[in-house]
C-alpha cells in the first residue's frame, strides 16, 4: 500500500529529529526524551539548551574578560598587599615571614609552590570557588560580560567592609609593611645600630602572624575575642599614622 507524500515526509522528519535527540542530547536528558512520543516539544528543549549554552558562554567571557583586564599584582594591591619593587609579597598561604610569593600577570610563591591566576588567587584568598571568585573580581573592578574590552582601567569600586574583613585588611598591610621595614633598615654592618622600624619588625611579626591565624582559623571564641579587642584597632591607627609621615616627607 503507498502512502501518501506529506504522511512519508512527517515520517521522515520525525526519524531525523529522533536520530538527533540521541546523538546531540546529554545522556541524563536521553530518558526523557525517548518518553517524549510528540515532536512538538522538541524545539522546546532545543531552546532550553541554547538558554544554558548561552549563560555558560557569558561565564567564559566574564572569566576571558577578568584575566585580561585584571593582573594579580592589582587585585593584591586592591586587598591590601604591598607589593615592593620586585614585585614580591608575604604569602597568605602559609607562614611566611619574608616575601617569597612573586605577583605581576600571574603569582607564584617560592615557598609553598603555589601557582596559578588572578581568579586562583582571589578564590584561595577568601576561600570562593572559581566562579565566585571572577564574579567578585568583576564587581570590585567594575567589570560586566558585555563581550566588549574596555581600553581605559578601572577603578576599585569601594565597598563596606565587615568587621572581619576589616581586621584581615589591617594585619596582612601591617604584615606586608613590616616585611618591607625588615629589608629596608636592616643594618649593613655589624656595628650599626638597630633602627626602631627594624626592631619592629623582628618583634611583631610572630604576633601578627599569630593573631591572622586566629581569625582565619581560630575557633569562634578566640575569633570572638579578638574582634571585641583593641588590639588589631591600635595597629591599624599606627599604618595610618606611618603613612601620614611618610607623606608629610
Known sequence: MNRPKKEKGIRRTHNVMVRFK?????????????????????????GLLKIRRRKIF????????????????????????RPNRSSMICCPFHADRNPSMKVDFR?????????????????????????QAV???????GLSATGTFPSIRYKLVEKPLNQKEQFYKILCGYRSLLADWRITYAPQN??????????????????????LDILLQGSSHEKQQLLNGKEVTALGKAIERYKETEAAT
Not at 596559578?116 to 570562593?128: C, E, R, S, Y
Not at 622600624?197 to 593573631?211: K, T
Open 135 to 141: 564574579e567578585k573580581l568583576a564587581a570590585d573592578f
Open 190 to 211: 655589624p656595628e650599626d645600630p638597630l633602627h626602631p622600624c627594624f626592631i619592629a619588625s623582628i618583634h611583631y611579626a610572630d604576633r601578627v602572624q599569630y593573631l
Open 22 to 46: 540521541q546523538r546531540c542530547l546529554p545522556p541524563h536528558t536521553l530518558e526523557s526524551s525517548r518518553m517524549c512520543k510528540s515532536t512538538e516539544d522538541f524545539p522546546i528543549r532545543q
Open 58 to 81: 557569558k561565564n567564559n567571557n566574564l572569566f576571558e574578560i577578568v584575566k585580561l583586564n585584571i593582573t594579580t599584582r592589582q587585585a593584591a594591591e586592591a586587598y591590601g598587599f
Open 107 to 131: 603569582f607564584h610563591c617560592f615557598g609553598c609552590g603555589v601557582d596559578g591566576d588572578v581568579i586562583d588567587f582571589t578564590a584561595k584568598l577568601f576561600q570562593l570557588s572559581l566562579l
